[in-house]
């Protein structure tokens, strides 16, 4: 599958936030966590050119793109990558090993959400934008994980009320469930334009064509659903910090506020309990001129800490 690019996002701030805190007496080990489009990592590279780096994505799209993205600008020797989804945190340093050697790792980054490739391939199912098969799988490979489509179509309504309402905070989580249990009746609802129209039809008319578009909350549920992003997210943040060495950093860009609460729920208490000293209290926000250039970026929140 042709990989579509992706805008980096908060690149300079991220990149910075680590590598302020580098010390002249180590040859410093970096993980990305998430490897996406590549532009964070290569970036970290760049600005640090004595440093090591493993990057981790479970989208093979992303690991072909960035192998030849490293070759391209000479740093492929610098670079471990490695197939998964952090959520194997274990399984990732044990395979990286060999390679760290006896460097310390100065720093974790992660930016946890949808690369734009990723939303813009139709195939994938992550947006309404496209009709597409209604997967939203990051790792879209593997046959055993359940699809949205799995979800939709064979979830209770009283699941997919909870899931609409705890991952999307959907005020009309009931009726859009409603309306779902109703429609697979008939057939099974297999593409995203399906789904997007009944939930589009579940909303009064006089609340369907506001800022949002009405499928945004339930789709950003279904995917948050089928890739245990929050359950990820709250396991991998103290098996990081565990790992940093000493003045080693730990950097996490959300975009929305399940995620963000989480983060900054989880930092504070590592903060209060002295393992970690937070970089500043309130996240670092993307420039105005970022915003102009890609829209996306407006909902990332990038926070920091420091192992102590």
């Not at 800022?211 to 098996?239: C, D, G, S, W």
Request: overall charge neutral; aromatic content about 8%.
């Amino acid at each position: 599958m042709e990989f579509k690019g992706h805008e980096t996002v908060m690149k300079s701030e991220l990149i910075e936030s680590l590598l302020n805190n580098e010390s002249d007496e180590i040859d410093p080990v970096y993980f990305d966590l998430t490897l996406g489009g590549g532009g964070h990592s290569l970036e970290l590279l760049k600005r640090s050119p004595t440093s090591r780096l493993v990057s981790v994505d479970q989208d093979q799209d992303a690991l072909d793109n960035a192998s030849d993205f490293f070759k391209e600008n000479g740093v492929s020797d610098r670079v471990l990558l490695v197939k998964s989804n952090f959520a194997n945190f274990s399984h990732i340093i044990k395979m990286s090993e060999e390679f760290i050697g006896k460097r310390k790792i100065a720093g974790f980054m992660a930016d946890i959400g949808v690369s734009s490739h990723q939303f813009d391939e139709e195939k994938r199912g992550f947006s309404f934008r496209f009709d597409g098969p209604l997967d939203m799988r990051m790792n879209y490979s593997g046959d055993e994980s359940e699809t949205a489509a799995d979800v939709v179509n064979n979830y209770s309504k009283e699941e997919l009320v909870d899931i609409f309402k705890k991952y999307g905070e959907e005020k009309l989580s009931s009726k859009i469930a409603q309306n779902i249990c109703d429609a697979r009746i008939e057939s099974q609802i297999k593409t995203t334009k399906e789904l997007e129209n009944i939930i589009f039809h579940s909303y009064p008319k006089k609340w369907r064509f506001g800022r949002t578009h009405p499928a945004t909350r339930v789709f950003q549920a279904l995917r948050i659903y089928v890739n245990k992003e929050l359950e990820v997210l709250e396991e991998m943040i103290p098996l990081a910090i565990d790992k940093l060495c000493s003045g080693g950093r730990l950097a996490i860009i959300t975009f929305h506020s399940l995620e963000d609460r989480i983060v900054k729920h989880r930092f504070r208490d590592f903060d209060k309990e002295k393992q970690v000293k937070l970089l500043k209290r309130k996240p670092f926000l993307p420039s105005e001129e970022e915003i102009k250039v890609n829209p996306r970026s407006r909902s990332a929140k990038l926070r920091v800490v420091t192992k102590l």
